[in-house]
C-alpha cells in the first residue's frame, strides 16, 4: 500500500524555470492538498481539491497552480520559480476534509 | 485571525521524565483538533483527532486531551524513539487546516 507519493523528492531549480511536483495516492480519497514547510512558519496550505475538477485556494497560492483531472492525482505547478519558494512541500491526502490527513514524505525544492 | 499556537518551541527530556505540549487556539468554530508527529525528513504521521471540549484520547506512552480553547499531549514517562516534532492542526470546517509551528522534543537516554 504505498499511500500518498511524491515525486521528485530533491530538486534544484533556477529562477525563472517552470516545473511540476507531482503526487499521487492510491486510497481512493476525495480531498488532496498541498502544504510548504519552512523553518519557524509550520505547514502553510497552498491549494486544496475536494474532488476530482475541483479545487481552491489556501493561504499561500500566489506563484502556484493546481488541477484535478483524476481522483488519484494532484500537481501543483510552479509557474516562474521564485527563491521565495524554496521550501519543503508536502502533498495530503483524506477520505474528506474533516478527517485525518496522509502526507507524503515532500519534496525539498531549491530555488537559485 | 485564527491561530494555533504550540508550547514551548522545544522540550528535552530525560527518558521516563513525563511532560506536557500545549496546543491553543482561537478558531470561531472548531471542527477537529488533529495531533501529528513528524520525523526529520518525513512527512506529518497523524496520531489523533480530538471533537469535542472533554475528550480524551490515548495511544502507548501518548495521551491527548481538549478543552474549550486548547489541547494538551501528555508523554508519559517518554523513551528516545519518542524523539520527533509534534504538530497541532485545526479544522474550522472551511476543509482548511491551519497548523502550529510544532514542538520539538528529544528525549535522552
Known amino acids: 500500500n504505498a499511500g500518498v507519493t511524491q515525486t521528485p523528492k530533491f530538486q534544484v531549480l533556477k529562477t525563472g524555470q517552470s516545473m511540476t511536483l507531482q503526487c499521487a495516492q492510491d486510497?481512493?480519497?476525495?480531498?488532496m492538498s498541498w502544504y510548504r514547510q519552512d523553518p519557524g512558519m509550520g505547514l502553510r496550505l497552498i491549494h486544496y481539491s475536494v474532488g476530482a475538477g475541483i479545487t481552491d485556494q489556501g493561504e499561500v497560492p500566489n506563484g502556484y497552480n493546481v488541477s484535478r483531472s483524476t481522483t488519484e492525482d494532484f500537481p501543483l505547478r510552479l509557474l516562474s520559480a521564485a527563491p521565495s519558494q524554496t521550501s519543503v512541500y508536502f502533498c495530503a491526502s483524506s477520505r474528506v476534509g474533516n478527517q485525518p490527513q496522509h502526507f507524503g514524505d515532500g519534496t525539498r525544492l531549491s530555488i537559485l | 485571525e485564527d491561530q494555533v499556537t504550540q508550547s514551548p518551541e522545544a522540550l528535552r527530556l530525560q527518558e521516563g521524565e513525563s511532560s506536557s505540549l500545549n496546543c491553543s487556539y482561537t478558531?470561531?468554530?472548531?471542527?477537529?483538533l488533529f495531533w501529528y508527529r513528524q520525523d526529520p525528513g518525513k512527512g506529518p504521521e497523524f496520531l489523533f483527532t480530538?471533537?469535542?471540549a472533554g475528550e480524551e484520547k490515548e495511544k502507548e506512552r501518548l495521551k491527548a486531551t481538549l478543552t474549550k480553547k486548547e489541547s494538551f499531549l501528555h508523554i508519559t514517562a517518554p523513551k528516545p524513539e519518542d524523539s520527533a516534532t509534534y504538530l497541532c492542526?485545526?479544522?474550522?470546517?472551511?476543509?482548511?487546516?491551519?497548523f502550529g509551528t510544532g514542538t520539538r522534543l528529544q528525549v535522552f537516554p
Open positions: 492542526a485545526v479544522d474550522e470546517g472551511t476543509d482548511k487546516l491551519i
Open positions: 480530538l471533537y469535542s
Open positions: 478558531v470561531s468554530g472548531l471542527r477537529g
Open positions: 486510497m481512493n480519497h476525495e480531498y
